[in-house]
Structures are given as C-alpha cells and as structure tokens.
C-alpha cells in the first residue's frame, strides 16, 4: 500500500489546519498549493501572505474565537483569506455573494462579525451590505472610498512580517462557521473546530489515498460544506487543489476544455454538474487519462445518468459521498463498474473513526435491516450550533458507555436501512428537509419567510419533480381575500431567501386541499401544481 | 439587440434589483448576477427571441460572458 507523506513522521507536527500549511511551506515551498484559472499559487506564497493578512487581522482586533466573515467567490484570495483569518485564531464564517444582503445581513449580526474579507469585484455588492450594516469596522480586500477602515490586497501584501509572532492555535479552537436553511425561518450556524476539520481531512486523504501528485478539483462555493475537501484535504496530501471558478461551471462546454487541461486527478462535485458535463455530449471525444476519481456528494445522483458516466469514463473510480454538514463526510460508496439497475446506489459503508445506530422513534435500536434513522459519531463532527444550545442538545443523542464520558451522537434525520451487504441505503428524510442542486433546505423556513408577507394567511410548499430536477413550487392564500400579487410575493422571496430556496412557481389560490383533521393537504396540492403554468 | 437581452436578464434572471442598471460589458458569469439555472434560460431565451439554434459547443464562456460577447457570438454566426 502507497503510504502518503503526512504519516510519516512529520504528521506529527500537524495538530491544527494552520499546522498544514506551516509544514508544506518548509517541504515544497515552491509547488503550487493551488490554482485559479491561469493563476496559482504556491505553498510558500500561501504562508507568506496567510501570515500577513493574519498579522493585519491581529493589529485591527481579532482575538481567538472572533468570528470573521469572508464574502468572496472561489479565488485565490479565497485560500489566503481562510488560512489567514485561522491563523489569526479567528473563526472564519463564509457569505453567499449570491444571497440576498438581508440573508447576509442577518449573519453579521448573528455571529457579530466586525471583520470582512472580500475582493475588489464584490464591491457592488460590499456597498450595499455595508450602507445597512453597524457591525463591520474593518474591510479587508477592498479599498472603499470615504472608509478608512478599509484596505486593499496590495496593501495586506506590503506588511512586513518581521515583528509577526504566530498564535498557538489548539485543536479545540473553533475554525469555521457554516449557515444552513433553519426550520424557524432564519439560517442556523454549525459549528466547526481545528480538530474535526483535521479529523475530516485526514480521513479523506486516508480513504482516498491522495499524495502529493494528485490535483484535487474544487467546485463547492466556501459556505457549502463540500469546500472543506478542496481548502484542507488537498493541503495535507501536499496535493495541488484547483478551484473551479463559477464561469466554468455555468458553461459546462468550457469546463469540459479546463477539465481537459487542467489534469485534475480527483473531482468533486454535486451530481447535477457531472450531469450537465454529460449533458454536453463533448466527454466521449476527450481523454482525460489523469483523472482517478469522481467523487459526489450533496444530493442522490440519479443512477441512469451515473451508469451513462461510468460507460463514458472507463477505468475511473467513482466515488458516492454521504454526511451532512454536522459532521463533514461519513460514509462512502465506490464503484469500479456501472450499476446494473437503475436502483439508487447505497451511501455505502462508514469509514474510520466514525460509528452509527439506526434507531427508531423510541431512540431504539431497530433490528437488522429495518428501516431507521441514522445517528452518527465521529471525529469529524461539529461543536454545535452557532448561539443555540437547546437545539444542540436537540440534535445529540447521548448513550452512556462509561458514566461520566458518554458517546455523543449526531442525529442525521436521515432515514436509511442497511442491506444484506452491509451497506447503508438513503430512504428520504424524516422531516421536510430537500435537497435541491446539493442546497440544502428546510421547507419550513421557505413557508416561514412567505408567512411574514401580511396579507399572506396560509401557505404550503411543496417540492415536485421535473424531469431529474426537483423545482419548489408554493402556493399561499390571501387574508381575508385580500388582493395578492405574484409578481411581489416573488420579489420578497428573492429579497429574503438564497437563490435556490426561491420557489418556481408561485401561485394564489382561494382555498387549500384539506384532510379530514383540517390539515393541509401537501400531496394533493403537490399533484395539482404542474410545472410551467406559471411564467414568471 | 443588446436592449433585449440586458431588458430579459434584468427583468427576469437577477437575484435581486441592482442600484444602477447592467451594463453590456458587465461579467454574467461571475459576479453572482445571475446562476446557472438563469443562463439556460438566457440561452432558450435567446433561442425563440433571435430565432437562432445554439448548439452545446457553442455554449462557452466566450460567447455568454457579457452581453457584448453574446451580440458578438450571434452576429458572426448570422
């Protein structure tokens, strides 16, 4: 068995993710740490301008734990910034570009962020955030007139580190905070610290079996857990991790010419983008003899269009990646040939240092093979929800082996069932939250955020399938028949929620389907509602 | 031709409502203007509109990054 570089020896010297980085810089300091575009940038550049942004950080107030937001799409920057901000002892907490300010608005304020990390081309948006904002006094990355609070890349890179002193940075130290969709209305914060993000990469680089002539292909925007493989695996294997940037993935024509020259040996991605690669027609005429592995996650890839890819792609090893946020990733599934069937694929095994029940409602062990939900314990979980402990505790299942050091399990919600090979099956969710293009929602805060328009009374949102996309679709009734118009009720939801929670379709109706207790009935409106009625 | 397009995207395809008005030169692909789900639709849009077939290969960064590259990209194909 190949044995990779980080354990031998000096895998010792790594106890935190800025140990990673440190490290790399003094062993291959001038191999690229990872690329953007026709750019790239290098181990030691990483450390060098990592140190300096951390420097800034320090003088202008960031002590550990202090939560600083980075508000950037994947650049090289984005890599300085999260390297930077960790090894100031900072926390970092990544905003949507995308997302609508209020969104990001409220996560400021929600984790009291007075630190920003962006670059020049966010600066329409910076503005914007900025003119309704008090938390934020200091602005990194973008130079904005009339804020002297604010400062340019170029000025970060002229520091001079010759009176910096690194922090010790612990294990235990909080590193990043991810937003989620929140049932009650507003996104929730999960927690992460040095030791369950390290734990993480060194399970992938372990499973994996990554080393330093691998180029690890990086699609995942930094608040979508998926980022974490690209920014800390790809480091710790003294891999190479390209960053894909968000032109490519739009034009799946241009990424099939980058995937081409770019000689990514592992990919990882949602499904829906192999699926637009597919889509394209243009794979079955390139060669693309480095790539290993292909690896996705987010979401069930359909298996008709995974067997379509792996008759394409011959010889790769693909690769199913199951965890949710809370706890990084915690199953795998690989497969060497297509399926045969068009049977959804099992989320496979659990992989080291992670162990799982299936329990019932009664918090009971369901026995072998019975469908149940899936709790999982592992190295790589979560501190826990950002400033909610009740909903932490929630979420733990706790199982006395010894007294005084229980065995804290994470509850996924997820519904599975194990097979006669062992293997986990994903059934659905015990609650009503979706996936959608590997977003994770809670349909409770999409009904929530319609619920606050005052004319609205009731409302219920329902996701159905089109084609191999699932499109949310609602439907609301006015109070006390007043007029309602689609058009607004539309522009609110783009104004409060991320672009992929926004429903398709909108529609006012007078009454709802009801069951015989009164409830609404979600399966029959669901089967009323029909894709493209509704042209917005 | 330009108009057109700037009028669909801006009225159908942004995530939210921008202070000044988009340019034709300004980058869709990469400012969080608009996502992917909204480029399809550009394409379809501009399908029915320009009575043009826009083939998969054609469907690259370099016709679709700023409105002037897709008047460029339709004007040679003409």
Redesign the interface.
């Known amino acids: 068995m190949q044995v990779c570089w980080a354990f031998k020896p000096s895998v010792a010297m790594i106890f935190s993710l800025v140990d990673i980085v440190s490290l790399n810089s003094r062993k291959f300091p001038g191999k690229d740490a990872f690329r953007f575009l026709s750019s790239a940038l290098t181990h030691s550049e990483l450390e060098e301008k990592s140190n300096k942004l951390a420097k800034h950080l320090k003088d202008k107030g960031v002590k550990r734990g202090f939560r600083v937001g980075i508000y950037m799409?994947r650049c090289l920057e984005s890599a300085i910034a999260v390297y930077g901000i960790l090894k100031a002892g900072g926390c970092y907490v990544p905003l949507d570009?995308?997302a609508?300010?209020e969104r990001s608005r409220f996560v400021l304020k929600d984790c009291n962020i007075k630190h920003l990390v962006t670059t020049k081309?966010?600066s329409?948006?910076i503005k914007?955030l900025l003119a309704t904002t008090t938390e934020v006094d200091c602005l990194i990355g973008c130079e904005l007139e009339d804020m002297p609070w604010s400062f340019s890349w170029e000025d970060i890179f002229k520091l001079s580190l010759k009176d910096y002193r690194a922090l010790q940075i612990m294990e235990q130290d909080l590193a990043y905070i991810l937003y989620t969709s929140g049932s009650t209305g507003t996104p929730k914060g999960i927690m992460h610290t040095h030791y369950s993000a390290l734990n993480y990469a060194k399970l992938v680089v372990d499973q994996y079996q990554f080393d330093t002539s691998d180029v690890l292909g990086s699609t995942a925007p930094l608040h979508f857990d998926m980022s974490t493989f690209g920014y800390f695996a790809a480091p710790l294997a003294g891999a190479t991790c390209t960053l894909i940037?968000?032109?490519?993935?739009?034009?799946?024509?241009?990424l099939v010419?980058f995937l081409k020259k770019s000689k990514i040996t592992a990919w990882y991605s949602v499904p829906l983008i192999l699926i637009?690669l597919l889509?394209?027609?243009?794979l079955k005429n390139e060669d693309f003899d480095t790539l290993k592995w292909v690896l996705f996650a987010g979401e069930v890839f359909p298996t008709k269009h995974l067997r379509s890819l792996m008759g394409i792609w011959k010889g790769k090893t693909f690769g199913n990646v199951y965890g949710p946020t809370e706890v990084n990733q915690c199953t795998f599934y690989n497969l060497r040939t297509a399926p045969k069937s068009d049977a959804p694929i099992p989320i496979g095994r659990v992989w080291k240092n992670t162990e799982y029940k299936i329990l019932d409602e009664n918090d009971k062990e369901v026995s072998e093979g019975q469908p149940g939900l899936l709790v999982i314990r592992s190295g790589t979980m979560m501190k826990g929800y950002w400033n909610n402990p009740e909903l932490t505790k929630a979420l733990l299942y706790q199982e006395t082996i010894v007294p005084g050091a229980n065995a804290v399990y994470y509850r996924t919600g997820d519904l599975v069932q194990l097979n006669t090979q062992g293997e986990l099956l994903f059934l659905g969710r015990k609650d009503r939250q979706i996936k959608i293009r590997g977003f994770r929602i809670e349909i409770d805060e999409v009904e929530n955020t319609l619920l606050r328009i005052a004319d609205v009374a009731e409302v219920a949102v329902v996701v159905n399938q089109n084609n191999d996309e699932k499109v949310l679709m609602a439907t609301v009734l006015p109070r006390d028949n007043r007029a309602l118009d689609v058009g607004e009720i539309y522009l609110f939801c783009?104004?409060h929620l991320p672009?992929?929670a926004v429903p398709e379709q909108i529609e006012i109706w007078k009454e709802f389907p009801r069951t015989g207790t009164g409830k609404i009935d979600r399966k029959a409106i669901a089967h009323k509602l029909t894709f493209s009625k509704y042209e917005? | 031709m330009n108009d057109k397009i700037i009028a669909y995207i801006t009225d159908?395809l942004l995530?939210?409502q921008?202070?000044?008005p988009l340019t034709a030169d300004e980058?869709l692909?990469?400012?969080?203007l608009?996502?992917?789900l909204g480029?399809m639709k550009l394409v379809v849009f501009i399908e029915s509109e320009f009575e043009v077939a826009i083939p998969?290969?054609?469907?690259?960064?370099?016709n679709?990054?700023t409105v002037n590259h897709i008047k460029e990209y339709l004007m040679l194909g003409k």
């Open positions: 799409n570009p995308a609508p300010i081309n966010q329409r948006k914007k940037s968000d032109m490519h993935l739009k034009m799946p024509t241009s010419d637009q889509q394209t027609g243009l783009k104004l672009p992929y917005r | 159908n995530y939210e921008l202070d000044d980058n692909l990469e400012s969080g608009i996502d992917s480029i998969p290969e054609d469907m690259t960064i370099e679709f990054m």
